[in-house]
């Protein structure tokens, strides 16, 4: 009986991160949300990078976002049309956590870890109203005058 109580105490501590994770069906992927500011807090670790980006108190659409030219990925995204109906968020967060993809992902697009004070741009998706927290998933990463496209490895 021990025996038995034990593994499932362990069986449901494996299974809390899993919760805690989103999948893209979270996120509200009609509303492509664009944010910049500067990296504040960096976790570089599986299952994906992620960063904290504190955002300038007007934030604005870069005027070049709708022309910026974008990578090719091994998944078909159509990001022309990201680009095209990318929006602010409306919510008026300063600081939004940004998932990333997984480390092996980022390696493949030859991503050099993002330090604290880094200026970076972000496309992606948060939830359906901007409902919960300020996080965004993200689509395409700008950083150091490149852009990187995350959904899937380069093609």
């Known amino acids: 009986m021990l025996h038995r109580r034990m593994f499932m105490a362990g069986s449901i501590g494996l299974a809390l991160p899993v919760w805690a994770h989103h999948g893209w069906s979270s996120f509200d992927q009609e509303r ?3 944010v910049e500011g500067r ?3 960096v976790s570089w670790r599986n299952p994906h990078g992620e960063l904290e980006i504190e955002l300038p108190e007007n934030l604005v659409l870069p005027p070049d976002l709708k022309q910026r ?3 090719r990925q091994s998944a078909t995204v159509d990001g022309a049309a990201l ?4 929006q602010l968020p409306t919510r008026r967060d300063r600081k939004w956590q940004v998932e ?3 480390l092996t992902r980022l ?3 030859g991503v050099e870890e993002i330090k604290p004070g880094t200026p970076v741009g972000v496309l992606g998706f948060t939830f359906t109203g901007e409902k919960g927290d300020a996080v965004l998933r993200a689509e395409y990463l700008f950083v150091h ?3 990187y496209g995350l959904r899937s490895s380069p093609a």
């Open 100 to 102: 990333l993809a997984p």
């Open 69 to 71: 030219a974008l990578p």
């Open 39 to 41: 990296a504040t807090k």
């Open 32 to 34: 492509p949300l664009y």
């Open 83 to 86: 680009l095209t109906k990318a």
């Open 145 to 147: 005058g490149k852009t």
């Open 107 to 109: 390696q493949a697009w």
